[in-house]
């Protein structure tokens, strides 16, 4: 009965071979996970340097502005950033410090951001509609991703509506300040220009509060 | 580390494990894949063709006995006709004048007629063969070598299906083909707990010594093969030596017989529970015990699967729904490397993914097989899974209720055999 016998070398062998599989894909996955986070940070360091730079792009065309400055590319890598971070976020869970360290910094530039946006629609005339989103992804906001995603749909449909989303829990004096100034008490929560909605807001009433303040829906049409 | 996740790792190493363990044993035993010369003097064979309602199929599973290449004289042939209400009877009388012994005796089961054959066989072996399957010409002559030691008691063929024609067929190739894998694997590691019913070759000491099928089981094959490791004799595998049966053809038929083939699996572990026991070599340490946690394993995986699959697309719908189901510019997806899931569990599971394709490859090698497989072996990965947790948890229910299973009947008009 030669073939019946336990080979315990071969059980041990095979052990070493999977553990050291499991590590190999373990550390490769985590190796990625870490490329993807310095990915998004890189993306952060960019944005920071674009925003400077057009801060600076006013003062330096401080006679006329507003024929030089586009906001809109900016927008665009403050999104990529935003759906980045939430990718990895639902990927490492949100008590991720890394991932939290950089939604701190994300909300800085959001901020830094919506400042610009308010100083272009008031020195320039322009007609953006700035909408703020609190948002919690603990368990204590059931409505926020329905929420969030009604507001992707209003920010697609209507290319004047620039959407800046907080994670509520993040701690910072500059996003305190603004909770405070527009009277956040919790998620969801939606400012629209001036006005406070401590509520969920569904489509049809955020589409009506941004038409309201001029927003226009572009057809499919214009896209194509 | 959420629980999910943690469990989800723990199956994800514990399939790896057996998947490099099986490999590294095919690995290791590359030298004896060669079936053992055959003696001079062959042993006369008898071969039982149990038979109920089989009219659409038996005359050709009687055809590809004939022409077995093995001496006319030292083959017999036993068609044992379980009460058939249709013509089987008939056209199996047809061939008693080219040599065919046919039994009849009323309704009992497979096992009750394979007894009554056991007691007619005058072979030194004996074969059963499904009244569903043919076999290959050379079948017996590449098997009959393994006899050569005295310690075997059974040798299993490669059992395979006739070429698909829908997607359970499919599926169901796949399956055979990762089978005909295994019972390699098995062979080496003295652990083949499952001789199957299509062309396994005993001694007929055996029966003698240890009594006949059991006929108090709905899968006499799983408990002879588990008797024959119970008594510490070993079972082989001729894997070149192919027989083919016809996959079954409904969702419906497929359940029911794997329903009866697990409950029956089931039934038959619990008798010879013993068998879990380090003394019974690879099989009583790791094999059995393997392919019970596999059964948890599949289930963990598939119920965890399905749990995050309906949550998440629940909150899409909710989404969905609250932007009245316009969607049309959301559609428009960037390309990104960034969103490609490089995860850990994801790049294991690409592991697994491959050793799974590499085990089909040389399924198909080792058993000369050359029927085309890349869409049966997609959809295989898509649907097995569920399917097998699907089988086990209604063979548990019938197992626990103490439920009778039925045999899968199928459109017999349906059949067809072909060589591949």
């Known amino acids: ?224 | 580390m959420e629980i999910g996740e943690i469990i989800l790792y723990s199956v994800s190493y514990f399939g790896l494990y057996c998947a490099i363990f099986f490999m590294l044993t095919l690995i290791e035993n590359r030298k004896k894949i060669k079936n053992p010369k055959r003696p001079k003097k062959l042993p006369p064979v008898t071969v039982m063709v149990p038979a109920c309602n089989e009219e659409a199929c038996i005359a050709k599973t009687i055809d590809s006995l004939l022409e077995l290449n093995y001496p006319k004289k030292l083959l017999q042939i036993i068609v044992i006709d379980d009460g058939s209400k249709d013509n089987t009877l008939k056209i199996a009388k047809s061939y008693e004048k080219k040599g065919v012994t046919v039994l009849t005796k009323p309704n009992g089961g497979k096992g009750t007629a394979l007894n009554l054959g056991l007691e007619h066989a005058k072979g030194k072996l004996v074969a059963c063969l499904d009244a569903d399957s043919v076999v290959e010409p050379n079948a017996l002559l590449k098997m009959i070598g393994y006899f050569g030691r005295k310690k075997v008691m059974a040798v299993t063929p490669s059992l395979k299906c006739t070429r698909p024609k829908n997607i359970w067929q499919r599926v169901q190739v796949i399956e055979f083909l990762l089978g005909v894998y295994l019972r390699k694997v098995f062979s080496y590691l003295g652990s083949i707990h499952v001789t199957p019913g299509p062309f396994t070759v005993f001694r007929k000491e055996f029966f003698d010594k240890y009594g006949g099928y059991d006929t108090s089981t709905c899968t006499e094959d799983i408990e002879i093969s588990l008797r024959i490791q119970s008594h510490q004799y070993e079972i082989e595998n001729a894997v070149d030596a192919n027989v083919y049966a016809v996959a079954m053809p409904t969702f419906r038929t497929l359940k029911k017989q794997r329903v009866r083939w697990y409950k029956g699996f089931l039934e038959n572990v619990a008798k010879y529970k013993h068998l879990f026991s380090p003394k019974y070599g690879n099989l009583g340490l790791f094999v059995m015990p393997s392919a019970f946690l596999s059964i948890l394993t599949a289930t963990t995986i598939v119920t965890y699967s399905t749990y995050l699959m309906i949550k998440t697309n629940y909150q899409r719908a909710i989404n969905l729904y609250n932007v009245n189901f316009d969607v049309w510019k959301l559609l428009k997806i960037r390309w990104d490397w960034f969103y490609i899931n490089q995860s850990p569990l994801m790049l294991i599971g690409m592991i697994s993914l491959v050793i799974g394709i590499l085990m089909i490859y040389l399924a198909k090698r080792l058993s000369k097989e050359k029927m085309p497989l890349t869409y049966s072996y997609i959809l295989f990965s898509m649907l097995y899974l569920p399917l097998y947790v699907f089988w086990w948890l209604m063979a548990i229910k019938a197992r626990i209720y103490d439920k009778d299973v039925e045999w899968a009947g199928r459109k017999r008009n349906d059949v067809e055999y072909k060589y591949m």
């Open chain 1, 1 to 224: 009965m030669s073939r019946q016998k336990i080979d315990m070398n071969k059980y041990l062998a095979v052990f070493g071979l999977t553990t050291l599989i499991f590590i190999a894909g373990i550390a490769l996955g985590n190796y990625f996970s870490s490329q993807k986070l310095r990915h998004i940070d890189y993306l952060g360091q960019d944005l920071k340097v674009d925003t400077l730079a057009m801060e600076l792009q006013y003062d330096i065309v401080s006679e006329n502005p507003c024929e030089h400055i586009n906001n809109t590319p900016i927008a665009e890598e403050l999104y990529d950033m935003a759906s980045k971070l939430d990718y990895m976020e639902n990927r490492m869970g949100e008590k991720n410090r890394d991932v939290l360290e950089l939604k701190k910094q994300y909300s800085l530039l959001e901020i830094r951001h919506w400042l610009l946006m308010k100083k272009t629609n008031k020195e320039c005339g322009k007609n953006n509609t700035l909408i703020l989103y609190f948002y919690s992804n603990e368990d204590d906001c059931p409505t926020c991703q329905t929420q969030g995603f009604i507001l992707t749909w209003i920010r697609k449909n209507y290319p004047s509506v620039y959407v800046y989303a907080f994670d509520y829990n993040i701690k910072n004096s500059a996003l305190d300040t603004i909770k405070d100034l527009y009277r956040i008490k919790g998620t969801p929560a939606i400012v629209i220009d001036k006005k406070t909605f401590n509520r969920f807001v569904d489509k049809k009433e955020l589409e009506q509060a941004v038409r309201e303040k001029g927003a226009k829906k572009v057809t499919t049409e214009l896209i194509a």
